[in-house]
């Protein structure tokens, strides 16, 4: 597969450091469109604003455009597809600053939108790309003065090796690749599957304070999180980089295919 041109995404707001990394490693070798919310927005998955609409506006970030909007990041594509002007070959999203794994995909705006894009026929594979740091980098408010000196060798010299060799791989058939880097840096690689219990790596459930009536989302890992490499959680854990193939939507392809033109007569 050839790609020249390249979408870049993500939930941290599109001065945030994981795009500025992929525009500085990428933008010699690619024909590169920014497309990412105005401000922070972690967590909100695949959030849309049906009922409010909201603005959008163009910028750069080292010459390489920008379309921002003032949404969540599944609006920053639908933006993009609405003008009509590009289809691309690749959608990366990420940086993130905060490991995406397990089930907390779900809620990721970072791969909710890569998810979205593909939907939609923007691209038509994806790499979505996240850091396991503290829970204090989760929510971190960026800016786009901020050095990203310390950053360059790692994650971001990694994450361009990731991505080229993703592409000289034919992406090994997936539509979507979830990359996970370990919180050191690493160069150790290795494939895995989804954790199938969020619990054996973030500690959830939430908290309930039945009096006050309030819930709260403790920002830890679990007591005892599972280290089984098999799995994306194991994998950064050990310091591996995990890279799951994954589908854009939760379809049992499987299933599907054994179903499909089934019919039912209901009694």
């Known amino acids: 597969m050839v790609v020249k041109r390249v979408l870049l995404t993500g939930d941290d707001g599109y001065d945030a ?61 639908e933006v993009v597809k609405s003008r009509g002007d590009a289809v691309y070959d690749l959608v990366l999203s990420g940086i993130n600053f905060g490991a995406n794994v397990s089930g907390s995909i779900l809620s990721s705006g970072t791969f909710t939108a890569a998810g979205h894009a593909i939907s939609v026929g923007l691209a038509p594979r994806a790499i979505v790309l996240s850091w396991f740091l503290p829970v204090e980098f989760w929510f971190k408010k960026h800016a786009a003065d901020e050095d990203i000196t310390s950053y360059l060798n790692y994650p971001g010299r990694v994450a361009r090796d990731i991505i ?15 990359v996970n880097f370990p919180a050191e840096s690493s160069r150790s690689v290795l494939f895995t599957r989804f954790q199938p219990k969020l619990d054996a790596f973030y ?7 039945p009096k006050a009536g309030k819930f709260s989302y403790p920002p830890t890992l679990a007591s005892d ?17 995990s890279v799951t193939p994954c589908r854009p939507t939760p379809a049992d392809t499987d299933a599907a295919n054994r179903m499909t033109g089934r019919k039912l007569t209901l009694r």
């Open 17 to 77: 450091i994981g795009i500025r990394l992929l525009v500085r490693m990428l933008k010699d070798r690619f024909d590169l469109q920014v497309a990412a919310t105005i401000s922070q927005m972690s967590g909100v998955g695949g959030h849309i604003s049906v009922s409010t609409g909201g603005k959008y506006g163009e910028s750069e970030i080292e010459g390489v455009p920008v379309i921002w909007v003032d949404g969540y990041p599944v609006d920053a594509m």
């Open 164 to 178: 080229l060799r993703c592409i000289a791989e034919n992406f090994w058939e997936a539509p979507i690749l979830n």
């Open 203 to 209: 500690r959830y459930p939430i908290s309930l304070d």
């Open 225 to 241: 999180p599972d280290t089984d490499t098999q799995y994306d959680t194991g994998a950064i854990l050990s310091g591996l980089i």
